[in-house]
Every structure is written in C-alpha cells, then in structure tokens.
C-alpha cells in the first residue's frame, strides 16, 4: 500500500487550498486515516483525523477551518484548509492505519501573509 500526497503550493493568508491523498490500494479496511504536518524546527503534529464511520477529529489549531473527508470509491483522502494562516505553513502528510500504520510522502504548504 502507497500513499500518494498533493495538492499544497504557495498561497496567501485567508486563501484555501485542498490537499488529496491517493491510496495504492483500497481504503475501505482503514480505521483511521489522518493528516499531520511538520513546520520547520518542529515536531511532526497531529491536525486531523477520520474514521472508518465517517467521525472525524481537529486539532484545535484548525477546529472549524479545516475538513477532512474520505471517498472511498476512489481511494482518496482529502483535506479542505480554508482561511489559510502563515502559522499553517508546513509539510503535509497523510497517514492511514489498517494492519500497520502507513504514511505518505509530504506535500508542501505555504502561506504567504
């Protein structure tokens, strides 16, 4: 299994952008899938996760700007950032917990003030 990250770029604060996360293999045997980030210097942090049923979990940080979905049909895990912050900017990975725990390459995100 292989999951594939995209979506970040350079954007400027109170933009939004939609990261994906492409899984090699089917997501339906996932319990957890979920987004973390690592800002520069920093340990990599937890911002969002969702279960198999469909409940899902913030980091404070991001409560209410960020939405993070799954499609199982197509294998993907997305999350949605809006109202973009520079303290946002970060290394995005997207993780996936089934018989081991997986983890995709990052994508960068960076907000401009």
């Known amino acids: 299994v292989q999951l594939q990250a995209s979506g970040g770029g350079l954007v400027q604060a109170g933009e939004s952008l939609r990261l994906s996360c492409a899984v090699s293999?089917?997501?339906?045997?996932?319990?957890?899938m979920g987004w973390y980030r690592q800002a520069p210097g920093s340990a990599r942090m937890f911002v969002a996760a969702?279960?198999?049923?469909?409940?899902?979990n913030y980091a404070d940080s991001v409560k209410g700007r960020f939405i993070i979905s799954r499609d199982n049909a197509k294998n993907t895990l997305y999350l949605q950032m809006n109202s973009l912050k520079p303290e946002d900017t970060a290394v995005y990975f997207c993780?996936?917990?089934?018989?081991?725990?997986?983890w995709g390459q990052g994508t960068l995100v960076t907000v401009s003030s």
């Open positions: 969702i279960g198999s049923g469909g409940s899902t």
């Open positions: 293999g089917s997501i339906d045997s996932f319990k957890l």
């Open positions: 993780d996936a917990i089934g018989s081991r725990w997986y």
